[in-house]
Antibody, heavy 118, light 108 residues
């Protein structure tokens, strides 16, 4: 079964750094992109960007570029989303999903809830 | 940026009825790059339709997608209780992928 498993919920203070993870199971991790999607409380889905784990090629939504960094370690089939300095406005659920280039996102991870509060 | 506008924002129907959800793009989208997702409360989104009309694995045949250019439609032929959720369209035809704002399908 193809599955993406994300790291657990995080509570952080403004200005702190954070890295969340997304581990793939049941498929060849390097053959598909991994996408990241933000969902703020009570809101819709926002595409943040995609990364190709085989060569770490990345494509960012300009709205998120410079705020987050996507990375991947293909040796352990894991993708990451990293913040250097969190803001309260980063409070949201973050999903990863397997992505076929210019096509679907499937399946999705269970989501990682990030709460940023002083 | 290709803006996707979904209508209606909220759709109130009864089980057994037919649901028609619309997704309008601000510029033409290659139908191969248009997908639909379902999201239930507290759950991650789930792929329903890819390439505008292709059902994903395990998706019941009461779900169908159609459309081209700037107008796309998701149809649920006979609503079941489990279908009441939020539905999103998404395009990957441009370098900046976008989602619609969602249609909430609620029980009348």
């Amino acid at each position: 079964e193809v599955q993406l498993v994300q790291s657990g919920a995080q509570v952080k203070k403004p200005g702190e750094s954070l890295k969340i993870s997304c581990k793939g199971f049941g498929y060849t991790f390097t053959n598909y992109w991994i996408g990241w999607v933000r969902q703020m409380p009570g809101k819709g889905l926002e595409w943040m960007g995609i990364i190709y784990p085989d060569d770490s090629d990345t494509r960012y939504n300009p709205s998120f570029q410079g705020r987050v960094t996507m990375s991947a370690d293909k040796s352990i089939a894991t993708a990451y989303l990293h913040w250097n300095s969190l803001k309260s406005s980063d409070t949201a659920m973050y999903y990863c999903a397997r992505h076929r280039d210019r096509s679907w996102f499937d399946p999705w991870g269970q989501g990682t809830l990030v709460t940023v509060s002083s | 940026e290709t803006v996707l506008t979904q209508s209606p924002g909220v759709l109130s129907l009864s089980p057994g009825e037919r649901a028609t959800l619309s997704c309008r793009a601000s510029q033409s989208v290659n139908s191969g790059y248009l997908c639909w997702y379902q999201q239930k409360p507290g759950q991650a989104p789930r792929l329903l339709i890819s390439g505008a009309s292709g059902r994903a694995s395990g998706i019941p045949d009461r779900f169908s997608g159609s459309g081209s250019g700037t107008e796309f439609t998701l149809t649920i032929s006979r609503l079941e209780a489990e279908d009441f959720a939020v539905y999103y369209c998404q395009q990957s035809g441009s370098s900046l992928y976008t989602f619609g704002q969602g249609t909430k399908l609620e029980i009348k």
